[in-house]
């Protein structure tokens, strides 16, 4: 079943003219400059055009064959963020010259190695029809549904999820995931549920993009990050990055983001109210990775390690490696708030570990 993704279809739209050959077609239809310059020491053509927002870069050898194409797309994390794509190896596949080694990084950050070994043209003369599901969608509203969990805390459902904390003074987010649109609707909705209190915590569970990506809106709010040592110089250094494509309220209101770190443990703490902040030791999904305890209430507030949604191999040990810390520091779980996932009970999430790594 096809799935449309709306949000996505820009940038989507924007990698064909990315292609050698799509370079070279949308350089022809948009009155492309091109200046002479140098690419390891050989003379090459750099042609440059804009297709809407964005402004295109690619390099022309002196056998005419496109070597580089580099463009920026808006980026929640990395700001205008480049995307490099280099074509090497160029071979003959039935009169039609095509790289065989592309190689893409983003944001400086390798993210493609692609070996071609074939390339065949119009296979079956197929017209591709797009579909009706996607030729007519639209991006939904961010909607947030809030479920107390316990007194003076909620789940934030939306796919990816956060949770809210209530303190004497003052609130606290678990993960800002996706990017600004989606903290905003967060942020709506935990004013709404307590609308005399400063959200004066966010709590960053991990780097990844879908858990960071709305950082910047709680800073912009005036809140600190509580994020893991590690985490701290990426984000100073991304942040710093320009946002021209799409200014978010912290690039229109700029201000320094406040940080409290932490080597292993964290408590955030009103006398009343205590909140754990754990690393995950052996974590194979991010070394940084942090889960979010509450002693009074039994409750762990985990990512990316437990989801009911799924259970694969590399699930179960980290499954069973997130069991080991927990055994480790020996915290007592009634409840998991999984923010990838259902709210489950423990015994529940124990019986299905137990279950799955006897098979």
Do not use: C
């Not at 804009?50 to 929640?76: A, Y």
């Not at 030791?281 to 949604?309: Q, T």
Request: glycine share 6%; no cysteine.
């Amino acid at each position: 079943m096809v799935q449309p993704a709306p949000a996505a279809a820009y940038e989507r739209g924007l990698r064909i003219w990315l292609t050698p050959h799509g370079f070279l077609n949308a350089a022809a239809g948009n009155h492309a400059t091109a200046r002479a310059g140098e690419d390891g020491g050989k003379k090459v053509t750099i042609l440059t055009f804009m297709i809407g927002k964005n402004k295109i870069v690619g390099t022309i050898d002196g056998q005419n064959l496109v070597t580089t194409v580099e463009t920026w797309i808006p980026n929640p994390v990395l700001g205008d963020m480049p995307v490099e794509t280099a074509y090497t190896g160029y071979k003959d596949f039935n009169r039609v010259k095509f790289p065989t080694h592309i190689v893409e990084k983003q944001g400086g950050f390798a993210t493609l190695d692609l070996t071609v070994t074939n390339v065949q043209t119009n296979v079956g003369n197929a017209a591709l029809q797009v579909p009706e599901t996607v030729l007519h969608a639209t991006i939904p509203p961010e909607r947030v549904t809030p479920e107390k969990i316990a007194d003076g805390v909620w789940f934030l459902h939306g796919g990816h999820n956060s949770v809210l904390i209530e303190f004497k003074n003052f609130l606290a987010v678990v993960d800002a995931p996706l990017n600004e649109a989606r903290s905003i609707a967060v942020i709506e909705e935990v004013k709404r549920l307590v609308p005399d209190k400063p959200i004066q915590y966010v709590i960053n569970t991990h780097h990844h993009f879908d858990h960071s990506g709305g950082l910047r809106t709680y800073v912009a709010e005036g809140a600190t990050v509580i994020t893991h040592e590690g985490n701290r110089a990426f984000y100073e250094w991304a942040w710093k990055q320009p946002r021209t494509l799409e200014p978010d309220k912290l690039a229109e209101n700029p201000r320094e983001p406040a940080f409290i770190t932490y080597k292993n443990k964290y408590v955030l703490t009103d006398g009343a109210r205590s909140v754990e902040v754990h690393l995950i030791i052996g974590d194979n999904h991010d070394e940084f990775l942090s889960f979010v305890y509450l002693p009074r209430e039994k409750l762990l507030i985990e990512v990316d390690d437990f989801s009911d949604r799924y259970i694969t191999a590399m699930s179960l040990r980290l499954w069973n490696n997130l069991y080991g810390n927990l055994q480790r520091l020996n915290l007592d779980v009634e409840t998991i708030a999984p923010l990838h996932g259902s709210i489950t009970p423990m015994s529940e999430w124990l019986k299905m570990l137990r279950e799955n790594t006897e098979r």
